[in-house]
């Protein structure tokens, strides 16, 4: 994608609202990322997961995020002149994601700001929740983005 057709800092305003998903969560993938990344057995095995809290075989809180994550890439990441992002402010895993779970949501730009020490980049501030089918939130978070300004020159820089 050129440069000029990508989102740029000026163009993200407070409110805007970028889909995510849908997303199938099948039994394979949880397993597969919980061997690699969390091999806990709520994770691994249907029935350790059905004796758990968590009532079935469950995605692992950090499966949810990387799923999140390829929604976000997909939905606008790609289309933005971004930098990549200096943390996490937070993120919660409010209800399990267990097989069969659909998932979708949104991102929300929370607001925005040019930054202080790097000429030429902008910092925005996002909210993402994730439901399952049943509307309930899975998963909730917010970040700064890093994504450079357009008009550079503006900034000072």
Not at 22 to 43: C, R
Not at 74 to 86: H, I, K, N, T
Not at 103 to 132: C, Y
């Given at each position: 994608?050129?440069?000029?057709?990508?989102?740029?800092?000026?163009?993200?305003e407070?409110?805007?609202?970028?889909?995510?998903?849908?997303?199938?969560?099948?039994?394979?993938?949880?397993?597969?990322f919980?061997?690699?990344?969390?091999?806990?057995?709520?994770?691994?095995?249907?029935?350790?997961?059905?004796?758990?809290?968590?009532?079935?075989?469950?995605?692992?809180?950090?499966?949810?995020c990387?799923?999140?994550?390829?929604?976000?890439?997909?939905?606008?990441?790609?289309?933005?002149?971004?930098?990549?992002?200096?943390?996490?402010?937070?993120?919660?895993?409010?209800?399990?994601?267990?097989?069969?779970?659909?998932?979708?949501?949104?991102?929300?730009?929370?607001?925005?700001?040019?930054?202080?020490?790097r000429?030429?980049?902008?910092?925005?501030?996002?909210?993402?929740?994730?439901?399952?089918?049943?509307?309930e939130?899975?998963?909730?978070?917010?970040?700064?983005?890093?994504?450079r300004?357009?008009?550079?020159?503006?900034?000072?820089?």
């Amino acid at each position: 994608m050129r440069e000029d057709d990508l989102l740029h800092f000026e163009d993200l305003e407070p409110g805007m609202v970028f889909p995510l998903g849908p997303k199938s969560v099948s039994a394979g993938e949880i397993v597969a990322f919980a061997m690699e990344y969390d091999p806990q057995p709520m994770h691994l095995d249907a029935e350790a997961g059905r004796n758990s809290i968590l009532g079935g075989l469950a995605a692992s809180g950090w499966h949810t995020c990387s799923m999140m994550m390829r929604m976000m890439t997909d939905s606008y990441l790609l289309r933005m002149a971004a930098e990549g992002a200096p943390g996490i402010d937070y993120v919660k895993w409010k209800k399990p994601v267990l097989v069969g779970d659909v998932l979708a949501g949104e991102t929300r730009v929370l607001d925005s700001r040019k930054s202080n020490s790097r000429p030429g980049i902008g910092i925005v501030s996002f909210r993402h929740e994730l439901r399952n089918q049943k509307g309930e939130t899975v998963l909730e978070s917010e970040n700064p983005i890093m994504l450079r300004l357009r008009t550079p020159e503006e900034s000072g820089a």
